[in-house]
């Protein structure tokens, strides 16, 4: 199947990460232009400079609910420019985005093209999105809860690797605390407040609060990891400024309000700012549902085994499970995903067509 193969080869192509929002565009533009067919009735969108676009089959009546809505986005996360260009070796293809999420995304719009030149008519739809990698405010979340798309189930070829049907996934909370002290010289602290200091003390305190204890060998248990930490202007001076930017994983029964209410009441005993940066619920996939059921057949028919397992990462499943909609996550083989040798199995990647080939036709 060289088409996808030469597919997937232009959608590497474009440098579509956040700070080149014209190439954001392109890859959309590019995306539209593909999937263009009398059978297919596509929307475009854009918000905050990302553009998206939903393709459904035109037969439909002009309504946003699916019953099978496939996700995935064009965007990626920057790469050294030689990763733009896709290389070969043996089953393996090597660029960024391969595996997260280009190489799905080429198997998701191969497939809608191929239905629609077969006259294939189904209650469902494409959505590609632009934002993913930077939190999917004006992707994901602004096509469900601001266009109002919905749908029976989502599946979301974003997590999963081999072949691995996700059916839990953490909850996460990015947040960015503000600290304010008083400045003085250096070798006179006992004049000034060091805000960096107060910043490392409620680091301290957040963990003692957020992390639950628990400690499991598959490190399904909440997580807490300090990204970034800034403040200060030179050596010699208390500083009166200081930032934390926070990442918060979490499992149930710990909920997205309590993380957020602790957050806020430690803040306050700091007399600091906190600005929540992105959010998610966790979520869990009843595999009983009659479309999970249909999903994992085609898995088993396919692969010829059906494995589960969790994600720690957060996805745009956390969206569509807030609206009360089941997600089914899987992905194909390949692996350094974000790094440098980022890859994906061409084989894998036309058993993952086989396998939404034959999800759609049990519709």
């Known amino acids: 199947m060289e088409s996808l193969k030469s597919l997937l080869r232009t959608l590497v192509q474009f440098e579509s990460v956040a700070e080149r929002p014209d190439q954001l565009l392109a890859i959309a533009n590019f995306a539209e232009k593909y999937l263009e067919h009398p059978s297919l009735r596509i929307e475009r ?80 739809a494409l959505m590609l999105t632009t934002d993913e990698e930077v939190g999917s405010q004006n992707g994901v979340r602004y096509l469900l809860e601001e266009e109002g798309f919905k749908a029976d189930i989502a599946v979301i070829p974003d997590s999963g690797e081999g072949f691995r049907i996700i059916t839990e996934e953490k909850g996460a909370l990015h947040f960015r605390v503000n600290f304010k002290g008083k400045p003085a010289h250096g070798s006179m602290p006992w004049l000034g407040e060091n805000a960096v200091e107060k910043s490392l003390r409620f680091y301290e305190d957040v963990k003692k609060v957020l992390l639950d204890g628990r400690d499991d060998p598959q490190h399904w248990h909440n997580t807490i990891t300090l990204g970034r930490i800034g403040g200060g202007r030179k050596v010699n001076q208390v500083p009166d400024e200081a930032f934390l930017e926070i990442d918060f994983r979490f499992v149930p029964p710990y909920t997205l309000e309590e993380a957020k209410s602790a957050v806020v009441f430690l803040a306050k005993k700091y007399g600091a700012d906190v600005e929540f940066l992105s959010e998610g619920e966790p979520f869990s996939t009843d595999l009983e549902h009659p479309l999970a059921r249909k999903f994992i057949e085609s898995v088993e028919e396919v692969i010829g085994e059906v494995k589960t397992g969790k994600t720690h990462g957060a996805t745009d499943g956390r969206f569509f499970a807030k609206r009360g909609i089941p997600v089914v996550m899987i992905y194909p083989e390949g692996g350094d995903i974000h790094g440098d040798g980022e890859w994906v199995s061409f084989s894998s990647l036309l058993r993952l067509y086989e396998i939404f080939k034959r999800f759609v036709s049990k519709l």
């Open 45 to 124: 969108f854009i918000k905050g400079e990302k553009p998206s676009l939903v393709a459904g089959f035109s037969r439909r009546p002009a309504n946003r609910h699916f019953k099978v809505l496939f996700a995935g986005h064009l965007d990626v996360v920057p790469a050294k420019r030689e990763q733009f260009i896709m290389r070969e070796e043996g089953d393996r293809l090597y660029g960024r985005g391969v595996l997260d999420m280009k190489g799905p995304c080429a198997v998701m719009m191969k497939l809608f093209k191929d239905l629609a030149e077969e006259g294939s008519e189904y209650d469902i």
